[in-house]
C-alpha cells in the first residue's frame, strides 16, 4: 500500500493522471540478448525501436510496441546487399548506432557503416516494409543523428570522427543539411564533447521549454558507461551541463553490485499520455564479470519537469524488477518453441553473417526443411560463410536441432555452434564418420572430443549455463549422449572482445572447397530456463 501511494504522489509530480497506467510494473530488460544502442520514436499510439547489428544481415532490427514495455520485432531497415554492403566485414563492423525519427509523414533511420561508406539514412511511411536506398550524407564521424527545429531547417548530429583514440575526437559535430540529397548546408560545428568521460558518442537532441537539451553517452561501453545531458537556449550553443551528470550509470557505488551493468547510449521518448521515457543498452554479467548475451535494451521512467533537468527513475539507477507504473500493458503472443522451417524466408529472429551468398541457402517450406550448402569459406573467415544464427537471448537456456548430412570429404562440415565472432566459436559438427565438438579461441583450434557417427541423422543440442555450455547428441531424438562442456567465459565479450552478443548458429562449410553435401535441417527448438 506505501508503494501505491508512493506511485501516486510520483505521477502527480508529473502531473500525469494516475488512471492512464497499469500498476503491473514490467522486467528488465525488454528486449533481451544482443539488441544493443536502441533509439525510439513515437507516432501517435505506437513505438517503434531500432538497434546496432553490425556484421549481420539483414541490418538494423525494427521493433514495435503499444506500451514500451512489450515489443514485437517487424522487420529490419537494411534488407538489400544494394542498402548493406557488408563483405570481408570485420567482427563487430558494419553498422553502428542508428537512430529513428519520425518527421512529416516518414521515417528516418539515420546510421553509419563503419566499413562500408560511412553515414547515411534511409526513409519509409511503413517501418514494417521496404525502406528507401541510402542517402549519404557527407559529414564524417559515427552514431549519427538527425534533428528538425521548428524553422524547418534540418540538422545532423555525429561524433567527430571514426576514431576510437578518444583524444583525437572533436565532440559532437552538428550542421545543417539537405534532407533530399544529404549535403550538408553549413560546415560541421563543434558543440558540446561531455563531462570529460572517455569515448564520448550517442548523441541526440531534444528540444523542451525553449531549451535544446544534448544527450550523449560517455565512459566506453563497458562497465563504465553512463549518460549525461547538457542544455542551452541556442542549437549551436553554448551548452551547460546538468549539475546531476550522471543521469544515468551503475559505475558508482550505488549500482556497483546491479545485476545491470554497462547502462549508456540512450534515447528518450514522450508518450501519449505526457510521460517521459528513456530506453538504453545495458548488460548482465554471468560467471564472474563476463558477459555474453551482448548488450540488450532497457527501459526507465524519467521524471522531466518544466525548465528543469530529467531524472532517471529517481536515483540514476534501474533494477531487472522495476516496481514504477507503466502504460497499459500489451502483450504480444508468446513465441513458439519450435521454427519447423516452414516458410519460404527466414523469420526475423534469425540473421545470417554478411552478405549471404543465397545460393547456399535453401528454404524448403514443403518439407518444412532448411537446407544449408557450405561454401569454401570457413568458420574461422570475415567473410560469407554459410550460416544462420539467432541470438542468445537468456542467461540459462536449451537449443536443439536434428540435422540429416552424409558428407563423403573429409573437409565438409556441418552443425550447431555457439558464435560470439569467427575467432571464437564453439562448434557441435558431423563430418565424415564422427561427431567433433571443436572449441576456436583466438587462434587457438581445439577439439574437445571426437565420437565415431555413421548415422546420416544426428539430434544436436547445446545446454547454457551461467559457467558452462553444454552439448550433447542423440541418434534417437530421446536419449541425450553428453559430448563436452566448455566455461562460457571463454566466449565471452571480455574475452573475445567486440561490440556484439552470442547467436545460436545452425552452418555447413567445404573449408577451402564448395560443398557437395547438403545438410538438411528438421527444425530448432531454443527454450529459455
Partial sequence: MKQFFRSVIFLSLLGISFSTFSQSGFKNPVIPGFYPDPSVCRV??????????????????????????NWEQIGY???????????????????????????????????????????FFVT????AGEWSEPVWVNQGGIDPTIFWDEDGKSYF???????????????????EIDLKTGKRITQPVPIWN?????????????????????????????????????????????????PSNPILTHSNQSGQSNPIQGTGHADLVQAQDGSWWMVFLAFRPQNGTHHLTGRESYLAPVS?????????????????????????LKPFAAKPIRDEFNDSTPSFDWNYLRNPIRENYIFDPKNSKLILKGSSVSCNQADAVTFLGRRQDQISFQATTLVSFSPTNGNEEAGLSTWMNERYHLD?????????????????????????????SIYLRIDGTPEFY????????????????????????ETAGGFTGVFLGLFASGNGKASQALAEFDWFDYVAK
Fill in 44 to 69: 501517435g499510439e505506437d513505438f517503434y525501436l531500432v538497434n546496432s547489428s553490425f556484421e549481420y544481415f539483414p541490418g538494423v532490427p525494427v521493433f514495435h510496441s503499444k506500451d514500451l514495455v
Fill in 77 to 119: 531497415c537494411l534488407t538489400r546487399d544494394s542498402q548493406l554492403p557488408l563483405a570481408k566485414c570485420p567482427a563487430s563492423g558494419g553498422i553502428f548506432a542508428p537512430t529513428i525519427r519520425y518527421h512529416n509523414g516518414l521515417f528516418y533511420m539515420v546510421v553509419t557503416n563503419i566499413t562500408g561508406g560511412g553515414n
Fill in 124 to 127: 519509409t511511411a511503413d517501418p
Fill in 157 to 175: 548530429i555525429s561524433v567527430g570522427n571514426q576514431s576510437f583514440d578518444p583524444s583525437s575526437r572533436d565532440g559532437m559535430l552538428l550542421s
Fill in 194 to 242: 561531455g563531462t570529460g568521460g572517455r569515448y564520448a558518442e550517442g548523441p541526440h537532441i531534444y528540444k523542451k521549454d525553449g531549451y535544446y537539451y544534448l544527450m550523449i553517452a560517455e565512459g566506453g561501453t563497458e562497465y563504465g558507461h553512463k549518460v549525461t545531458i547538457s542544455r542551452s537556449k541556442y542549437i549551436y550553443g553554448p551548452y551547460e551541463s546538468c
Fill in 304 to 328: 522531466w519537469p518544466v525548465n528543469g533537468w530529467p531524472a532517471v527513475n529517481g536515483n540514476g539507477t534501474v533494477t531487472t524488477k522495476m516496481s514504477c507504473p507503466t502504460l497499459p
Fill in 428 to 456: 557441435l559438427l558431423k563430418t565424415k564418420g564422427k561427431l567433433l565438438l571443436r572449441c576456436q579461441f583466438g587462434v587457438i583450434t581445439h577439439i574437445e572430443k571426437e565420437i565415431p557417427v555413421k548415422a546420416s
Fill in 470 to 493: 553444454s552439448f550433447s547428441y542423440s541418434l534417437d531424438g530421446k536419449s541425450y549422449i553428453p559430448v563436452g562442456k566448455v566455461n562460457t567465459n571463454l566466449l565471452s565479450t
